[in-house]
């Protein structure tokens, strides 16, 4: 072969080498744009339907509030009623009988009937505090810790600093099923003998600890087991807010909640 002819075959050689790399350097810049194509349609795709189910939340649990609030107006205007009627009667009966058998059968039924129409004020207390409206997030769970502690035992301790205010109906109404529902948890499965619960405002956030030295529990084996940790958090989602819970078994439990307080929404 000539020395003409080696240098075609070497210039043949060079631009087919070049013409691979520069179909490889071309695959491969396609395969990181399409790739960055689909990671950010991906993102946006969750982002849309993390959107959806926040919004399902929020929808349900409007649901769920109103749903509550009918149940508690039927049980305090139907229910009670009947029961103070009947209450009336028994003292009527009491009053002008007698027999002193049927007298103290009144007196025994009225007492009996007396707790049944407290705990249908608690119950509807809970369902729907009638405070929490009209004075705040603060007056409710003061209200609420007083019915579930009604023997002035000390074994809830609630309290309350900062710069208190408004927080809006709709935070508020939140907040107040967050720390309801880690209350009663603390009370049915830590068998804690002291209950912490504070609140604290800051300049544009609201602070929330719930605190029990109760037996404690692992949070990764409690999901599904009826201690509501999903709920909880998916609540603080709906506002925005930050929930953490900590707890091991013989060390109590701790659960803390932020959630930010613009100005926009202090007072609607």
Same mark, same amino acid.
């Given at each position: 072969?000539?020395?003409?002819?080696?240098?075609?075959?070497?210039?043949?050689?060079?631009?087919?080498?070049?013409?691979?790399?520069?179909?490889?350097?071309?695959?491969?810049?396609?395969?990181?744009?399409?790739?960055?194509?689909?990671?950010?349609?991906?993102?946006?795709?969750?982002?849309?339907?993390?959107?959806?189910?926040?919004?399902?939340?929020?929808?349900?649990?409007?649901?769920?509030?109103?749903?509550?609030?009918?149940?508690?107006?039927?049980?305090?205007?139907?229910?009670?009623?009947?029961?103070?009627?009947?209450?009336?009667?028994?003292?009527?009966?009491?009053?002008?009988?007698?027999?002193?058998?049927?007298?103290?059968?009144?007196?025994?039924?009225?007492?009996?009937?007396?707790?049944?129409?407290?705990?249908?004020? #608690? /119950?509807?207390?809970? +369902? =729907?505090?009638?405070? !929490?409206?009209?004075?705040?997030? $603060? *007056?409710?769970?003061?209200? %609420?810790?007083?019915?579930?502690?009604?023997?002035?035992?000390?074994?809830?301790?609630?309290?309350?600093?900062?710069?208190?205010?408004?927080?809006?109906?709709?935070?508020?109404?939140?907040?107040? #099923? /967050?720390?309801?529902? +880690? =209350?009663?948890?603390? !009370?049915?499965?830590?068998?804690? $003998? *002291?209950?912490?619960?504070? %609140?604290?405002?800051?300049?544009?956030?609201?602070?929330?600890?719930?605190?029990?030295?109760?037996?404690?529990?692992?949070?990764?084996?409690?999901?599904?087991?009826?201690?509501?940790?999903?709920?909880?958090?998916?609540?603080?989602?709906?506002?925005?807010?930050?929930?953490?819970?900590?707890?091991?078994?013989?060390?109590?439990?701790?659960?803390?909640?932020?959630?930010?307080?613009?100005?926009?929404?202090?007072?609607?």
């Amino acid at each position: 072969m000539t020395e003409g002819g080696d240098l075609t075959l070497i210039l043949i050689l060079v631009i087919g080498t070049l013409a691979m790399l520069v179909l490889a350097m071309g695959l491969f810049f396609f395969f990181v744009i399409y790739q960055k194509r689909m990671i950010a349609k991906e993102l946006e795709v969750n982002q849309i339907r993390s959107l959806q189910q926040k919004e399902l939340l929020r929808t349900t649990i409007l649901a769920e509030e109103n749903e509550r609030k009918r149940f508690a107006e039927d049980l305090h205007d139907e229910i009670g009623a009947m029961l103070s009627a009947i209450k009336m009667n028994l003292n009527r009966l009491e009053k002008k009988s007698e027999d002193n058998l049927l007298r103290s059968l009144a007196a025994d039924t009225k007492h009996n009937l007396d707790e049944v129409i407290f705990n249908i004020r #608690r /119950i509807t207390r809970a +369902l =729907l505090p009638p405070s !929490l409206e009209r004075f705040g997030l $603060g *007056q409710a769970i003061g209200e %609420l810790v007083g019915w579930v502690d009604r023997s002035s035992s000390g074994r809830i301790r609630f309290t309350e600093y900062g710069d208190i205010r408004r927080i809006g109906i709709r935070r508020e109404m939140t907040v107040f #099923r /967050i720390i309801q529902e +880690l =209350l009663n948890n603390a !009370l049915k499965y830590s068998q804690a $003998g *002291q209950i912490d619960i504070r %609140l604290r405002y800051g300049r544009n956030i609201l602070c929330v600890w719930v605190k029990d030295n109760g037996v404690g529990f692992d949070p990764t084996e409690a999901r599904g087991k009826g201690l509501g940790l999903q709920n909880l958090k998916g609540r603080a989602e709906v506002i925005n807010a930050v929930f953490r819970i900590r707890s091991s078994p013989g060390k109590g439990s701790s659960a803390i909640l932020i959630t930010t307080v613009d100005q926009d929404d202090r007072y609607t």
